[in-house]
T-cell receptor, first 109, second 116 residues
Framework: AQRVTQPEKLLSVFKGAPVELKCNYSYSGSPELFWYVQYSRQRLQLLLRHISRESIKGFTADLNKGETSFHLKKPFAQEEDSAMYYCALSGTSYDKVIFGPGTSLSVIP | GAVVSQHPSWVICKSGTSVKIECRSLDFQATTMFWYRQFPKQSLMLMATSNEGSKATYEQGVEKDKFLINHASLTLSTLTVTSAHPEDSSFYIC????????????FGAGSRLTVL
């Protein structure tokens, strides 16, 4: 069965500190993994996807198939990074997208 | 960029009435749209996958007769909550498969339903 877990509901870091938001998944096949972000009073939006292998707003995420993880990392957190972050998983094209429970990141100035 | 419009943004109705929520892709065609439900401080729960021109695919535990989904065109999907009850009160969010990639989602702003 498809499942996405994010062990931390809340994560607080100081500005300038590194941040890592954890995501693990279970899927019988080759999934596509995503990170979505929701800033205060805004709609959910795509942050990055693993197949793009790009850095967005300083964030990166590497898919580790051995550990079935897709952790989101940023070396130096900024106040504007405070938001709700959701890890998500999908299978084949146009397949459903399943979301993890989300992690609320708070960057302390 | 791709934009999804959802209407109404909030609605209050009496128990027993039906409520329709619209989801439109404004500048792109969406063959697939997804309807999610979000309870306070919880994640998005997928309710159903809406496919243009065919029946929606409902997730386990979601009553198809309760939550009617129609995807009559490439830019419009509707969710109708029939005979609404207070326990149906929730935040409903639609999304559409984005031109950037089949599995990339563009989200609507959501609709807050309150059933009295």
């Amino acid at each position: 069965a498809q499942r996405v877990t994010q062990p931390e509901k809340l994560l607080s870091v100081f500005k300038g500190a590194p941040v890592e938001l954890k995501c693990n998944y279970s899927y019988s096949g080759s999934p596509e993994l995503f990170w979505y972000v929701q800033y205060s009073r805004q709609r959910l939006q795509l942050l990055l996807r693993h197949i793009s292998r790009e850095s967005i707003k300083g964030f990166t995420a590497d898919l580790n198939k051995g550990e079935t993880s897709f952790h989101l990392k940023k070396p130096f957190a900024q106040e504007e990074d405070s938001a709700m972050y959701y890890c998500a998983l999908s299978g084949t094209s146009y397949d459903k997208v399943i979301f993890g429970p989300g992690t609320s990141l708070s960057v302390i100035p | 960029g791709a934009v999804v419009s959802q209407h109404p943004s909030w609605v209050i109705c009496k128990s027993g009435t039906s409520v329709k929520i619209e989801c439109r892709s404004l500048d792109f065609q969406a063959t697939t749209m997804f309807w999610y439900r979000q309870f306070p401080k919880q994640s998005l729960m997928l309710m159903a996958t809406s496919n243009e021109g065919s029946k929606a695919t409902y997730e386990q535990g979601v009553e198809k007769d309760k939550f009617l989904i129609n995807h009559a065109s490439l830019t419009l999907s509707t969710l109708t909550v029939t005979s609404a009850h207070p326990e149906d009160s929730s935040f409903y969010i639609c999304s559409a498969s984005d031109p950037r990639g089949a599995n990339v989602l563009t989200f609507g702003a959501g609709s807050r339903l309150t059933v009295l």
